[in-house]
Every structure is written in C-alpha cells, then in structure tokens.
C-alpha cells in the first residue's frame, strides 16, 4: 500500500528542534504523525536541522554542562520514536496545499503524491549564508561560527573576527565583545548597511575595530581555525588576520522554496504566521522555527513554536475533523 492510500492526521515537514518537538507533541495526543526529515546531502532541509553542525550547545535549558548538537538532536528523535511518531529520512519534493487533503510528494514530482495529510506542520528551518570557502562544513563549531549567542563564551580573552557589515553583524560584534580580547568586523565594502544606531554602537566600543575593503579567502588550521587569510579589495593584497574565531553574519535564507505561490511570505522570504500563532493564510497548515522566526532564530525558541504548531494543529483537528474527533 503506497503512503498515499492513507489520509494522516499529521504530516511534519523537517526535523530540527522545532519538528521533533512538533512531533513529541502530537504523538502524545494519539496523532502518529509523519516526520518528513530531511536527507543527509541535502544542503538545506538535513536531518536535525542546524544543530547537527553545532558541536557544544550551552544554552539548552536542562543540560548543566552543555551537550553536543547532534546528540540534542538525537535525544530528540528518540523521544518523538517512543510515543509513536515515524521519522522517515527523506526530503519532500512537492507540496499541494490548494485542497484538503493536503499532498506531499517524495522523489518523483510527476507520479501519484507519496503523502495526503488533513494537517501539515513546516518545520524546514533556515540556512546560514556562508562564504562558500574550502573546508567551512569542517570547521563549523571549530573555530567557524554562525551565531554569536551560541558560541561567545567560548572565545574568552581572544581575538575574533566578524565578518559581515549588516545590523545583524553589528549585534554580534558587539555581543561578542563581552567576551573577546578584540573583535575585527570584516567588511568587504568601505561602508556599513547596518542602522546608523547600531553603527554609533559599535564605533563607540573600544574592543571593535573595522576592516574596511576586505574578504576572507581562506581558512587556515587543521582540527580548528588558527588564523584567516584575508584580501585587500583595492588592490588584491593577501595578509593573515590572527584570530581563532570567525563568526559569519551576511544572512540567513529560509528553506521556503517548496512552498513558494502557495504559503503567504514576509518580503525576506519567511513564512508568515498570524500573530502569536503559527498558522499560517492556509488552514490546517502550520510553520514553526526558523522558517518563520526571523527575529529569535535560537533553537529553544524553535522547539516553543514546534510546540505551539502541534497544539494549535491537534485543536484545528477536534474542530475541523469529524473523522478525529
């Protein structure tokens, strides 16, 4: 019997800590929902979200002395597993949510859909953007960072770069200055995109010096960053930058694209949610985490909204379903 001769309840599309949540949650509530999670080559969409490229979480509530991502990770799949939710690693590669059933295919785009669903919750997450150099999946938690508030405090009374000249690299640098010896911005322009607040903020700190005209072209170190090498924009020079970390900040990108024409979008490409909520302008279909938290992006505040998804999804069920109820 292929998945599509069966209606399910639930249809969770991604696994990070907002979908395993999503999914704890509605097998609890007798739902046996579907995890669509992801495919470990898949660039965007991978099994257990961001987190699997993260080596010592701190800030997760409940673990005193950090954990390793993907053992969070792994901590939550199991959990999900034991109430009755089926996780199956593969990547959805068409949705149709004009009509109830929803349809959801995996592979094959123009066969019969793989999936139906009275209920759909997105969970796709974001990717950072990265500056695409050689040996950057490697060094990510190993010197290489995405996120400030994530990995400061491991660069006590050390040299560090950001490199970024937006409001959200500004933040970081700042953040990050609470901890480092010197925090070099890298900003390959000879201006700054960020507001001119942030802007006054960052020149006024004495710990923050810009580099103005510059890129990172490489990364140097073998287990860990040890230093960058960096490029002058004007004319071509190669210098090193000894800092042993760099926090990359020019943006993150919503995984949304499967779900484009069909899902109301914010202007930067996030799924938009009603207020408080994550339903989205279609019924029955809810998006939680970074695929439509632009603001927080942390992965406590993920796996709240994967929570909020599942509730609001098994009360639409009690009063949309005849059928479930």
Same mark, same amino acid.
């Given at each position: 019997?292929?998945?599509?001769?069966?209606?399910?309840?639930?249809?969770?599309?991604?696994?990070?800590?907002?979908?395993?949540?999503?999914?704890?949650?509605?097998?609890?509530?007798?739902?046996?929902?579907?995890? =669509?999670?992801?495919?470990?080559?898949?660039?965007?969409?991978?099994?257990?979200?961001?987190?699997?490229?993260?080596?010592?979480?701190?800030?997760?509530?409940?673990?005193?002395?950090?954990?390793?991502?993907?053992? =969070?990770?792994?901590?939550?799949?199991?959990?999900?597993?034991?109430?009755?939710?089926?996780?199956?690693?593969?990547?959805?590669?068409?949705?149709?949510?004009?009509?109830?059933?929803?349809?959801?295919?995996?592979?094959?785009?123009?066969?019969?859909?793989?999936?139906?669903?009275?209920?759909?919750?997105?969970?796709?997450?974001?990717?950072?953007?990265?500056?695409?150099?050689?040996?950057?999946?490697?060094?990510?938690?190993?010197?290489?960072?995405?996120?400030?508030?994530?990995?400061?405090?491991?660069?006590?009374?050390?040299?560090?770069?950001?490199?970024?000249?937006?409001?959200?690299?500004?933040?970081?640098?700042?953040?990050?200055?609470?901890?480092?010896?010197?925090?070099?911005?890298?900003?390959?322009?000879?201006?700054?995109?960020?507001?001119?607040?942030?802007?006054?903020?960052?020149?006024?700190?004495?710990?923050?010096?810009?580099?103005?005209?510059?890129?990172?072209?490489?990364?140097?170190?073998?287990?860990?960053?040890?230093?960058?090498?960096?490029?002058?924009? =004007?004319?071509?020079?190669?210098?090193?930058?000894?800092?042993?970390?760099?926090?990359?900040?020019?943006?993150?990108?919503?995984?949304?694209?499967?779900?484009?024409?069909?899902?109301?979008?914010?202007?930067?490409?996030?799924?938009?949610?009603?207020?408080?909520?994550?339903?989205?302008?279609?019924?029955?279909?809810?998006?939680?985490?970074?695929?439509?938290?632009?603001?927080?992006?942390?992965?406590?505040?993920?796996?709240?909204?994967?929570?909020?998804?599942?509730?609001?999804?098994?009360?639409?069920?009690?009063?949309?379903?005849?059928?479930?109820?």
């Amino acid at each position: 019997m292929s998945g599509s001769d069966q209606v399910r309840d639930v249809v969770i599309i991604g696994s990070g800590p907002a979908g395993l949540t999503a999914a704890i949650y509605t097998a609890r509530a007798s739902l046996a929902p579907l995890v =669509l999670e992801g495919e470990p080559s898949s660039t965007s969409d991978q099994p257990g979200g961001q987190l699997m490229l993260t080596t010592d979480v701190e800030n997760f509530p409940g673990f005193p002395d950090g954990v390793m991502g993907p053992e =969070l990770m792994m901590g939550f799949k199991k959990q999900a597993e034991r109430f009755g939710a089926e996780i199956d690693t593969v990547k959805a590669s068409k949705v149709d949510l004009s009509e109830r059933p929803f349809k959801i295919w995996v592979g094959d785009t123009e066969a019969e859909p793989t999936h139906l669903a009275k209920t759909v919750i997105i969970s796709t997450g974001a990717q950072s953007l990265m500056l695409g150099l050689d040996r950057e999946n490697e060094l990510i938690g190993h010197g290489l960072s995405t996120c400030a508030t994530c990995d400061g405090f491991f660069f006590r009374d050390q040299d560090i770069a950001v490199v970024g000249g937006g409001d959200s690299a500004l933040e970081e640098a700042n953040f990050l200055s609470r901890f480092a010896s010197k925090v070099y911005v890298v900003v390959r322009r000879d201006e700054l995109r960020a507001s001119q607040i942030m802007q006054d903020r960052a020149h006024a700190n004495p710990k923050i010096e810009f580099l103005w005209n510059t890129s990172v072209v490489e990364y140097v170190g073998e287990t860990k960053l040890e230093h960058v090498k960096i490029k002058n924009n =004007l004319d071509d020079s190669i210098s090193d930058l000894a800092v042993t970390g760099l926090f990359i900040a020019i943006g993150h990108k919503p995984n949304t694209g499967l779900f484009e024409g069909q899902i109301d979008m914010k202007d930067n490409g996030y799924l938009k949610t009603q207020p408080g909520k994550t339903a989205t302008n279609i019924e029955g279909v809810f998006a939680s985490g970074d695929v439509q938290d632009d603001y927080y992006r942390q992965a406590i505040t993920a796996a709240g909204s994967g929570c909020q998804a599942a509730l609001e999804a098994e009360r639409w069920l009690e009063a949309n379903d005849d059928a479930h109820a």
